[in-house]
């Protein structure tokens, strides 16, 4: 599991035991598949219900924004998440370290709840209304700006 | 062949209302117009050329849509040049070739004498002078004088040129082969043009062309309307007045016919109202404009229902309104779901094209992403296609005129018409932001029939995708439309009488 996260040195800080560092790491990473596997769930599901419940009450609603698509930022959340983790059970080292470590897995996670959901959004028909199918695109998850069309659930 | 015989300003009247039914997908295949009215600028005629110029423009550049699916053979003007496209109009036969009763009398110089005599005796003086190129001012016994030539007028060939023979040797055309023969008769039994033709046509049709393997209909319609205003005192005109008394004469001329064997109608609708609608009196010819009623509708559905059954026993049906129920709801019509579906589906559609998406065209165009129907049918073809709004002005002009007749015939919503609730369509405009209440579905929101039609819109499945990609832009945006509206009016419209029934509008 551990082999996961390959770009952190596989030798301890100094100070640290091996067998400690390997259990860190170990812990790390599944912690790391947890919160990739189980964000990306969730950024889904969530994605398949804000899509569902998007009606567009008019024409100039329908050529608006797709806010649905703005889950997928809810890879944040599983990414400082896994940074959290990270700091609560890094062992005692040089706290440069511990922030480098912290940053790198919550980016890894983020980027990996991100990707995978985008991609499950696009390729997951079954997620999206066909009414709403052409609409997704990275570009609408980025288009933070615009009135989303009224909520009829 | 299906031919429908429209006889007089209400004859015309009908005739529109079949028009509407028809562009709604509820007609015949094919069908055969005729129109006698001896009143040949008739403004209720000129009206339903109008609708029918426009269906034809529509039927050519919106083909396979659903929508305007009846074939018309229909008979121009003589000598008139074949129409450009949206301008065709139908020829109306007056059955009087002379100006007045008496000149017919002296055209025909071997009777002159003896037929002057039979005259003097029928007729009153002014009735003999009287011009009759403004129909026959409700005296039906001027136009069945007239009628009564029928048979030598129809068994010559020398008249190429007169409407009347025209249909004599369509009809013999018809008769002499092997296919059904279904004739339908449409007129007033109370006004002039219509009370004197129904019988005499269909005894010339029996009789004279030996049909006895044709069927005939007669959609017989009694008063539903009054007049407001008087024409001047003394003058021939029809009177409302005399309606009554015009009406009861006609039913006991059929029950004679019928008594005395002389009977040549398989099928014969009485259709009427009880509270006649009030009217402004107009003169003949172009003023005689009379709005649009909802017994006009009656009259299109008998004709539709004469030609959709085949039915070889003979029927009598009565379509009326009863005084005891406050509303009239789709189910009072004969075969209320079609027609419901049929009607609100191009009502929607109407709608939802005029109100929503024909002003976003220029927008979808700049957004082709944004509306997955139009991105996957048009925006992502080789090269990419757009909608534009000039390629819908034939739909245009014929929404304004189908949006003119309902808002005619929603007059009557302040009393009991709830075909369309009155919120939706009444006076002079149709509320586009609410296409709920045109389903008669208050209790939801606007937005969510909106949304609903793009979502079917978007319903593109691998037969459909294949079928539309056949068809050009126009018309695989509107068979589109018109799936995805006629999806909603299934799904949203329950009975009118049981949600009444329900908010305590009538009893159960």
């Known amino acids: 599991m551990q082999k996961l996260l390959f770009w952190i040195p596989q030798r301890p800080p100094e100070g640290v035991a091996f067998d400690t560092w390997t259990t860190v790491l170990q812990l790390l990473a599944s912690v790391a598949v947890v919160l990739i596997a189980g964000g990306t769930f969730v950024t889904l599901l969530i994605y398949k219900r804000s899509a569902r419940n998007l009606k567009p009450p008019d024409m100039h609603s329908a050529l608006g924004p797709y806010t649905p698509m703005r889950w997928v930022w809810l890879s944040l959340v599983f990414g400082l998440l896994e940074m959290s983790v990270c700091v609560g059970i890094y062992p005692p080292a040089p706290i440069e370290g511990e922030l480098a470590a912290s940053l790198q897995l919550g980016l890894f996670v983020f980027l990996a709840v991100f990707v995978l959901s985008f991609v499950g959004i696009l390729k997951i028909d079954a997620l999206t209304p066909a009414m709403h199918r052409g609409k997704r695109s990275l570009a609408e998850a980025f288009r933070l700006s615009g009135q989303p069309a009224k909520d009829y659930a | 062949m299906n031919t429908l015989i429209c006889a007089g300003g209400t004859g015309a009247r009908s005739l529109e209302s079949v028009f509407h039914l028809c562009a709604a997908g509820l007609g015949p295949q094919r069908l055969r117009i005729f129109v006698v009215d001896g009143d040949t600028s008739n403004g209720n005629l000129s009206r339903a050329s109008a609708v029918l ?32 496209e949206g301008t065709e109009r139908l020829d109306s ?59 030598e007028n129809g068994g010559r060939d020398t008249q190429p040129a007169d409407g009347g023979q025209r249909l004599a040797n369509a009809l013999k ?53 009054q007049f407001s205003g008087d024409p ?5 005109a029809a009177k409302a007045e005399n309606f009554d008394l015009a009406t009861k004469m006609a039913t006991e001329f059929y029950t004679y016919l019928f008594e005395s064997g002389d009977w040549h109608f398989n099928s014969l609708y009485w259709i009427g109202y ?23 509708l009656l009259a299109g559905l008998a004709c539709l229902d004469f030609f959709a059954k085949d039915e070889s026993k003979d029927v009598c049906k009565v379509s009326g309104l009863a005084g005891d129920e406050p509303f009239i709801t789709w189910e009072d019509l004969p075969g209320y779901e ?131 990609a056949r068809k050009t832009a126009p018309s695989r945006y509107l068979k589109l439309l018109r799936r995805a509206t006629e999806r909603m009016v299934n799904r949203y419209v329950k009975s009118n009488r049981e949600r009444m029934a329900g908010a305590g509008a009538f009893p159960k």
């Open chain 2, 93 to 151: 036969w007056n059955p009087m070739p002379a100006k007045s009763l008496l000149d017919l009398v002296k055209n025909d110089t071997q009777q002159t004498a003896a037929m002057g005599d039979v005259l003097n005796l029928l007729f009153e003086e002014k009735e003999q002078n009287t011009p009759v190129d403004g129909g026959y001012r409700g005296r039906p016994a001027i136009g069945a004088a007239a009628l009564a030539l029928l048979k």
């Open chain 2, 274 to 296: 009880n509270q006649p609608r009030l009217m402004k009196y107009q003169h003949w010819g172009n003023e005689q404009v009379n709005p649009a009623h909802f017994v006009d």
């Open chain 2, 338 to 468: 079609d027609v419901r579906s049929g009607l609100l589906t191009l009502f929607l559609a109407g709608m939802i094209h005029k109100g929503q998406i024909a002003p976003s065209f220029a927008e979808m165009a700049n957004r082709p992403r944004d509306v997955y129907w139009f991105k996957e049918l048009f925006a992502s073809r080789r090269p990419p296609e757009t909608l534009d709004s000039k390629d819908f002005q034939a739909w245009d002009t014929f929404w304004n005129l189908h949006e003119k007749w309902w808002l005619q015939m929603q007059t009557e919503a302040e009393r009991r018409l709830k075909l369309l609730p009155g919120e939706a369509a009444a006076g002079d405009h149709i509320d586009y932001n609410r296409p709920e209440l045109a389903l008669g579905r208050p209790d939801i929101s606007s937005g969510e029939v909106f949304h609903s039609v793009l979502e079917n819109m978007a319903d593109i499945d691998g037969p459909l995708r294949q079928e539309l």
């Open chain 2, 53 to 84: 110029a426009s269906y034809l423009d529509c039927q050519k550049k919106y083909q396979d849509t659903g929508f305007f699916t009846t074939e018309f053979e229909f008979f121009q003007p003589s000598g008139e040049a074949p129409s450009q």
């Open chain 2, 173 to 225: 055309a018809d008769l002499q082969g092997q296919q059904r023969v279904k004739v339908f008769l449409a007129g007033s039994v109370f006004g002039g043009t219509g009370a004197s033709t129904l019988y005499p046509i269909s005894r010339f049709i029996k009789e004279d062309l030996k049909g006895d393997k044709a069927t005939i209909g007669v959609a017989a319609l009694v008063p539903y309307f």
């Open chain 2, 232 to 236: 001047g005192a003394g003058e021939l």
